[in-house]
T-cell receptor, first 113, second 112 residues
Framework: AQSVSQHNHHVILSEAASLELGCNYS??????LFWYVQYPGQHLQLLLKYFSGDPLVKGIKGFEAEFIKSKFSFNLRKPSVQWSDTAEYFCALRGNSGYALNFGKGTSLLVTP | NAGVTQTPKFQVLKTGQSMTLQCAQDMNHNSMYWYRQDPGMGLRLIYY???????DKGEVPNGYNVSRLNKREFSLRLESAAPSQTSVYFC???????????FGEGSRLTVL
């Protein structure tokens, strides 16, 4: 079985603060990992993805994530958040034999001016 | 480019009523999915269709049926709606050989 765990359910930051959202997964085989973002009232959009190769992946809007295989983690980071980053963030996993993505429960980020 | 289109965007039902959520994609993708999103629960897979003509249950299929009408369209039916089915429903699609999903804008369903 595969699963995704996001540790922080609600995060509140001030603008310009640094962000790190935790994501751990459970799966014994090769994984594809994703971070999606959902802005208020909108659909999910892909922030970044990891399939193989360089474990540090860069996405849109200054986000990056690091795949650490030994820790089964794929944490999302941004050095300096903006008010417009207020959104819900979902980590997702696809195992190598799966058709669908397994999502974590999401982290709600509020960035205050 | 429309991508994944869902209808309706909002719907209110009474317990026991039936309805169908429609989803269409214009990207020629092979696989299509229905997820539901509930506060604190993230997205949970209801059903998916790996290719035209096939459908499979996901994590939470009870109370739902699906039809993969053709390559473009994948509908989700609630035969007898229950308050527990109040949720936001997302349709998604994926192309063969690709690994990311593309999502529609969601359908907010309230069952009274």
């Amino acid at each position: 079985a595969q699963s995704v765990s996001q540790h922080n359910h609600h995060v509140i930051l001030s603008e310009a603060a640094s962000l790190e959202l935790g994501c751990n997964y459970s799966y014994g085989g090769t994984v594809n990992l994703f971070w999606y973002v959902q802005y208020p009232g909108q659909h999910l959009q892909l922030l970044l993805k990891y399939f193989s190769g360089d474990p540090l992946v860069k996405g849109i809007k200054g986000f990056e994530a690091e795949f650490i295989k030994s820790k089964f983690s794929f944490n999302l980071r941004k050095p300096s958040v903006q008010w417009s980053d207020t959104a819900e963030y979902f980590c997702a996993l696809r195992g190598n034999s799966g058709y669908a993505l397994n999502f974590g429960k999401g982290t709600s980020l509020l960035v205050t001016p | 480019n429309a991508g994944v289109t869902q209808t309706p965007k909002f719907q209110v039902l009474k317990t026991g009523q039936s309805m169908t959520l429609q989803c269409a994609q214009d990207m020629n993708h092979n696989s299509m999915y229905w997820y539901r999103q509930d506060p604190g629960m993230g997205l949970r897979l209801i059903y998916y269709s790996a290719s035209e003509g096939t459908t499979d249950k996901g994590e939470v299929p009870n109370g739902y049926n699906v039809s993969r009408l053709n390559k473009r369209e994948f509908s989700l039916r609630l035969e007898s709606a229950a308050p527990s089915q109040t949720s936001v429903y997302f349709c998604a699609s994926r192309n063969r050989g690709e690994r990311e999903l593309f999502f529609g804008e969601g359908s907010r369903l309230t069952v009274l």
